[in-house]
Nanobody, 121 residues
Framework: QLQASGGGLVQPGGSLRLSCTAS????????IGWFRQAPGKEREGVSC????????LYANSVKGQFTISRDKTENTVYLQMDSLKPEDTAIYYC????????????????WGQGTLVTVSS
């Protein structure tokens, strides 16, 4: 079971670190994706990381702003979000799978409950 956490209310320019934790599975064995869904919009890929080489991919909208990382000892994947903007407001989800195109939601079959990020002054 996956669980995304760490969301909250933050002012523009602020930072948050989201965590994706798992029970009953080892995240190292899976590709991990972070996604977000804003009200009235489709779910979009934000960032993803591969299994073997630790490679990371980012949506153009968050390049240089977000950083994905794994902590093997904690069985957790993080999404560090800096310089947050109001348009980053969304529910953020993490997912596991074996994607070939890792920013596409349909490539994942195991989803956690999301965490709400609100960027507002």
């Amino acid at each position: 079971q996956l669980q995304a956490s760490g969301g909250g209310l933050v002012q523009p320019g602020g930072s948050l670190r989201l965590s994706c934790t798992a029970s009953g599975l080892t995240l190292d064995y899976y590709g991990i994706g972070w996604f977000r869904q804003a009200p009235g919009k489709e779910r979009e890929g934000v960032s993803c990381t591969g299994i073997t080489d630790g490679s990371a991919l980012y949506a153009n909208s968050v390049k240089g702003q977000f950083t994905i990382s794994r902590d093997k000892t904690e069985n957790t994947v993080y999404l560090q979000m800096d310089s947050l903007k109001p348009e980053d407001t969304a529910i953020y989800y993490c997912a596991t799978g074996f994607p070939t195109l890792c920013l596409l939601p349909y490539q994942y079959d195991n989803w956690g409950q999301g965490t709400l990020v609100t960027v507002s002054s």
